[in-house]
């Protein structure tokens, strides 16, 4: 045990550094850690790290991500939380919280002025180019009037330790700030993961905030509707934060919806659902401002809803925050904090701040100029450029331009103090390292103060020499804990205890977007598997010809299974044409690039990034074991990808377990989304792709009349592809013919992989689609989808069978296939009209290319 | 002089548009020296719903939304204006107003009073405004020293666009950068009007953006075109202690009785006559035409009063 709490905490002493949260200057363990340390002693080292490999695989396998934009890792890079919490004593935190209140209301109250009567401006409390300046100052949003008491109603809070031991504030997030989620799910995974490590000690729990900021939501809403609809609107999973976003939505049960969800008629804001318009009261927002009204704000934004401004004014819709909360996102206010304070509520700032100079002022310009390297600058405006300058590590070059930069445009520089915060232990390689931090913790509207999240969520520096804290730069995460001298609740069970009812009550209400994307899902994950099977059987084929091409047929059908791909899966030229000759010289290498050239529309790789994007889009619908699924599915083309050589053996080993994870994904599809989320849809594509799928197999392969041999290869590859050689064998136990198989393949009304049961089945579905029409009217979907049926009823098999004599082939039969896909797909565009979301595309009457 | 005042948009889409949301600006100011009388804005096809309301700058924005489908969307605005300049002049500080050196202008504009601070934020840049160049700060430099008196300057400033700069409806669209348009001199009201409020801005002092209408004279013995007229543009700037003065840097002149002024703003960004969102798919094609000229109905009615 002695030599564990060495090995574990040796180096931290060597290490420390000025200020650590840990240490005292005398190299004693602060008393508010004594119990966690002893904790962590306890587990001992290889414990500790074999459960921080146990976080590290259950926040993947939760699919917790975090996306950096252009990042060569790729999207979705996992979440990474440290075992080892950060601590702040309950004493200790209420003071905090008393200052993030304060500081929180002083925020509302600068707020409501400046979009108010500007007083702050006419009294020389604020010189005005602090706002004038900022481009988070929304003139459109001027003299706008809300309903509720609080116009900032969440305000986000980066702490940190400063050198006088007291947590300072280094920055405010006030227009959609994120962390919410990935607190809340940092304190699960610990939680289970690691119980022990929460003995004797009294940890608060997120519950009770949660709770009020559920009621928040639902209490924003302008009118007096009992259960009013709130959604949660996000920019999309290309978004930094989707998971979180996804998460909230799970997690809160308001539906995840983007811009074009939504539509504002009437000054009122609508959620276009597969019934119809349906009103949303309450928008929950990860939105930035000038995006969120392509109207009145920036021209060119995709991610908002046009009108939805003057649905705010007409009071028809709250937005939380409220539009223009950005202009509280501007460390020029800091200077002016005190005065500000004292101005509003006769109160000195409980929480220190950064010392900050405006570089709009003379004698602060001046100040700064004279010692440049000494400072941090930023701009006052989170633009896409760069924002923040550490200046002691700029070169000559780098400091001249930024000089240059400050004298052109002052009002638009901040220069603040050089700060080293406080370090706290980390746990890498089996032993503690002390780390830099902030803190991240919420503030939320309730009556007439604020709640404040006990806790939060911790962000730690990547290197142990890392200056500055970002997710968006990597980095790991870690639990954020208020110990209390009194025992605390437990924390609540992961599923929410709703107090409402769960908004999406039937499958009237799914929105139209999400419908559309469950459909296209169904639709791509059919193809892809469909793809998968077929070239699985065609690579089996071969591999059986290379070793028996003792017949002449069997090299002969493979030629028509090859050309049958490139038709199949509409890969032209591919096997066909031109290329044929060059195509059949080396198969492998055409079959390699249809399963595996995302590039090439068609081949398997590219099905499955498709279903991978409109999948990915639904994140909020799906189940854990889905998400584990979905990733091996990745996983396992990235790997395959990698490999140098494809052989006839890898490929097909290759689709082996591609098929088996698919069918595993399709099988958690449908017993976890329900219905009345829109499931149906999911069923609808999948049927259609398969039902057109099976006909273009069928016109490959059955029109051209072959002589006896031949035919028997074919009709064994077709049942073999279908995976119904068993089944034909149970049912007609006779040698193959192609009667039999028509019967069972096309018409057999029974087996669930025939082309009639699967247009029944797609019958059946589409019947219980919302109808929008009266009654009695059949909608254009179901008059659709009967002349299917009763096109492939109205050929009898004989004719089906008829060989046109001078092409020799089966004239009728291709007659009636390429009648029903041509009827199948006008089926599939008349889902797309009648259900989905084809607002045509947003345009701006002018198009002045301002991005502002 | 009281004005009629017709300016009729219509947008035309290939394809109909199935949705729009739209704001426009037409609705001329009142103001010492100018004052609406008469305001009616017609719409095809009718909007769903219409509303009227003040914007930053205490500009008159209405905004409406069409939900059917529409091939073509036409706003004609009408107005009656009353204009007299000399209503406007307020004399006993005109004098004093001019005299105000750059130098003292800069420093009052360190005070603290409403109009100063609202006035301050047309100092800083602008969406289409957004950076100054080598050449507008230099361009600048020569009308702009220091003991020179503010509207001396500005005057200058404004001749001196007018002689330098070639009046070409072809060079230039909205999208042009400032920069672009300085560096050729080239371009029409508005370039020229955003290049004086970049010079004066330049500086460190307030510019802010005019819309309006300038009467058009038809050649002498000719009859009055109707719709030849256009929207027109210039700068007004602030002279501390005085107040805005506009400057017309496309005719030379300070507008005065033909100028009719509709709405101000940091630039033309701030206050299109009509801007929108549509759903639409394909191209669509735009006419404007706008007619100016002394109201009939009011000649008639001064002559039965005389």
Redesign the interface.
């Known amino acids: 045990m002695k030599t564990d709490t060495k090995s574990i905490i040796k180096d931290y002493f060597k290490n420390k550094s000025k200020y650590d949260e840990l240490l005292t200057s005398k190299m004693d363990i602060k008393s508010d850690w004594k119990e966690l340390l002893d904790n962590l002693l306890k587990i001992g080292p290889e414990k500790l790290a074999s459960k921080q490999a146990d976080i590290d695989w259950l926040l993947a396998e939760n699919g917790v991500t975090y996306n950096v934009y252009n990042d060569p890792k790729g999207l979705n890079r996992p979440w990474n939380l440290n075992i080892v919490p950060f601590i702040i004593h309950q004493k200790e935190w209420d003071v905090v919280e008393k200052g993030i209140q304060q500081r929180s209301e002083i925020l509302n109250l600068i707020l409501k002025d400046l979009y108010g009567k500007?007083e702050l401006?006419?009294?020389?409390i604020i010189p005005?180019?602090v706002i004038?300046?900022h481009r988070g100052f929304l003139?459109?949003c001027?003299q706008i009037a809300y309903k509720t008491s609080k116009q900032l109603l969440i305000h986000a809070v980066d702490l940190a330790r400063g050198p006088d031991g007291r947590m300072w504030v280094v920055n405010d997030r006030t227009q959609a700030p994120s962390g919410m989620g990935y607190a809340l799910e940092n304190r699960f995974s610990i939680s289970k993961s690691i119980p022990e490590i929460f003995d004797d000690i009294n940890v608060k729990q997120p519950s009770s905030f949660f709770n009020d900021f559920n009621q928040l939501l639902l209490n924003v809403a302008p009118s007096n509707v009992e259960n009013p609809m709130v959604v949660i609107l996000t920019p999309g999973p290309l978004n930094e934060t989707y998971f979180e976003h996804s998460y909230l939505s799970s997690f809160l049960g308001y539906p995840l919806v983007k811009g074009n969800d939504l539509?504002?008629?009437?000054?009122k804001v609508w959620l276009k659902s597969l019934k119809g318009l349906k009103q949303v009261d309450v928008i929950l927002r990860r939105v930035d401002d000038v995006f969120m009204d392509?109207?009145?704000l920036r021209?060119d934004s995709y991610l908002g809803v046009?009108?939805l401004l003057?649905a705010v004014?007409l009071q028809n819709v709250a937005i939380v925050n409220p539009i223009g909360s950005g202009v509280l996102e501007n460390p020029a206010l800091i200077p002016f904090m005190e005065n500000i304070c004292k101005y509003f509520l006769n109160e000195e700032l409980i929480l220190p701040q950064i010392a900050s100079w405006w570089c709009g002022q003379e004698k602060e310009r001046k100040h700064v100029l004279s010692d440049l390297t000494s400072y941090v600058v930023k701009r006052i405006d989170r633009s896409n450029r760069e924002n923040i300058y550490f200046c002691e590590f700029l070169d000559k070059e780098e400091l001249k331009k930024l000089t240059d930069e400050i004298l052109?445009?002052p009002?638009n520089f901040v220069a603040q103090e050089k700060i080293s915060f406080s370090t706290a232990p980390n746990f890498i390689k089996e032993h503690l390292e002390p780390r830099k931090i902030l803190c991240r913790t919420f503030s939320i509207a309730k009556e007439d103060s604020y709640s404040v999240m006990p806790g939060g969520l911790v962000r730690v520096a990547a290197d142990r020499e890392e200056l500055f804290v970002s997710n968006q730069r990597g980095g790991t995460s870690k639990d954020f804990w208020i110990i209390s001298d009194d025992s605390q609740n437990y924390l609540q069970n992961y599923s929410w205890n709703k107090t409402i009812s769960n908004q999406t009550l039937s499958i009237n209400d799914v929105p139209s977007n999400t419908a559309e994307n469950l459909f296209w899902s169904g639709r791509y994950l059919g193809r892809t598997l469909f793809t998968a099977r077929y070239l699985r059987m065609v690579l089996n084929q071969m591999m059986h010809v290379q070793f028996h091409n003792d017949r002449k047929s069997e090299s002969e059908s493979l030629k028509i299974l090859f050309q049958s791909i490139t038709n199949i899966t509409s890969t032209f030229p591919g096997f066909t044409g031109e290329n044929e000759e060059e195509a059949l010289r080396n198969p492998l290498k055409e079959i390699t690039g249809v399963a595996l050239d995302s590039r090439k529309i068609g081949s398997f790789a590219q099905s499955l990034q498709s279903f991978t994007i409109s999948y990915y889009s639904l994140r909020n619908l799906w189940s854990k074991d889905m998400w584990r699924v979905f990733d091996a599915i990745q996983k396992q083309l990235k790997k395959v990808k990698e490999e140098e050589e494809y052989t006839m053996v890898s490929l097909s080993a290759f689709f082996d377990k591609m098929i088996t994870r698919l069918i595993a994904f399709m099988a958690l599809t449908e017993e976890s989304i329900l219905v009345r989320h829109g499931l149906l849809l999911y069923f609808l594509g999948l049927q259609i792709e398969q039902a057109s799928m099976t006909i273009e197999k069928f016109r490959s392969l059955i029109i051209v009349n072959y002589d006896e041999d031949l035919e028997y290869q074919i009709l064994e590859s077709l049942l073999n592809s279908h995976e119904s050689l068993n089944i034909y064998r149970h049912s007609y136990s006779s040698y193959l013919s192609i009667e039999n198989v028509i019967n069972l393949l096309l018409l057999d009304t029974e087996y669930s992989r025939s082309l009639m049961y699967q247009i029944q089945r797609i019958k059946k579905d589409i019947d219980r689609l919302p109808n929008t029409n009266s009654k009695t009217e059949l909608t254009q979907c179901q008059e659709n989808i009967e002349t299917v049926l009763l096109k492939i009823q109205s050929v009898p098999i004989e004719e089906m069978l008829e060989i046109d004599k001078n092409s020799n082939m089966r004239k009728k039969l291709d007659t009636l296939l390429s009648d029903l896909s041509d009827l199948l797909h006008t089926t599939s565009l008349s889902i797309s009209d009648t259900y989905f979301n084809h607002?045509?595309?947003?345009?701006?009457?002018?198009?002045?290319?301002?991005a502002? | 002089m009281i004005f009629d005042l017709w300016h009729k948009t219509k947008y035309s889409y290939e394809n109909g548009a199935s949705f729009c949301h739209n704001i426009t600006t037409l609705k001329p100011r009142s103001f010492k020296g100018q004052e609406l009388l008469e305001y009616n804005l017609e719409i095809t096809p009718t909007p769903t719903d219409i509303s009227e309301r003040l914007d930053f700058f205490g500009n008159t924005v209405t905004r409406f939304s069409i939900q059917q489908n529409h091939k073509e969307l036409i706003v004609i605005a009408r107005s009656k204006v009353s204009r007299d300049y000399n209503l406007q002049i307020e004399s006993k500080n005109a004098v004093e107003g001019k005299k105000i050196t750059i130098e003292k202008a800069l420093k009052l504009l360190k005070e603290v009073d409403p109009e100063t601070v609202e006035a301050r934020q047309f100092a800083l840049l602008s969406p289409l405004i957004s950076d100054i160049s080598p050449e507008i700060l230099a361009y600048a430099a020569k009308s702009f020293k220091p003991e020179r008196s503010l509207f001396d300057a500005s005057y200058e400033l404004m001749e001196r666009i007018f002689t330098d700069f070639d009046f070409d409806p072809s060079f230039s669209t909205i999208a042009t950068p400032l920069k672009e348009v300085m560096k050729e001199k080239k371009g029409v009201c508005q370039d020229f009007a955003q290049i004086a409020i970049a010079c004066v801005r330049s500086m460190g002092l307030p510019a802010r953006y005019v819309s309006g209408y300038i009467e058009t004279l038809p050649p002498p013995g000719k009859e009055k075109l109707i719709g030849t007229d256009a929207s027109h543009a210039w700068f007004s700037v602030f002279i501390p202690q005085y107040g805005w003065i506009d400057f017309d840097p496309t005719n030379n002149q300070i507008p005065k009785n033909q100028h009719i002024v509709v709405a101000y703003g940091r630039d033309y960004y701030d206050v299109p006559p009509l801007k929108g969102v549509i759903y639409s798919t394909g191209s669509s094609t735009m006419d404007v035409a706008v007619d100016l000229r002394p109201a009939k109905a009011h000649q008639t009615q001064s002559q039965s009063q005389s």
């Open positions: 500007r401006l006419k009294n020389g005005p180019e004038y300046a003139r459109s001027d539509v504002v008629r009437k000054g392509p109207l009145e021209e046009a009108g003057e004014r052109e445009n009002t607002s045509q595309q947003q345009k701006q009457l002018m198009d002045r290319k301002i502002n």
